[in-house]
């Protein structure tokens, strides 16, 4: 639960301040459905970006591969 209730503050954070692009940057522990289904939009149009250190291979469908 500590990581969603860190991508809330860090969301907080983003909507404080609205000319600063806001990164939130975790390990691998974050590599959980919560924080991808939790909402990135910080008001006005800006967004909050996250960069998750991945732990396990993730299976894409052959459709999604270049």
């Known amino acids: 639960m500590r990581w969603v209730e860190g991508i809330r503050a860090a969301r907080e954070v983003a909507e404080a301040c609205p000319q600063?692009?806001?990164?939130?940057?975790?390990?691998?522990?974050t590599d959980i459905y919560e924080i991808f289904a939790e909402p990135r939009t910080a008001g006005e149009g800006n967004e909050l970006h996250l960069l998750v250190r991945g732990c396990q291979d993730r299976a894409l469908s052959a459709e999604k591969l270049p």
């Open 20 to 29: 600063t692009e806001c990164v939130c940057v975790a390990d691998s522990e």
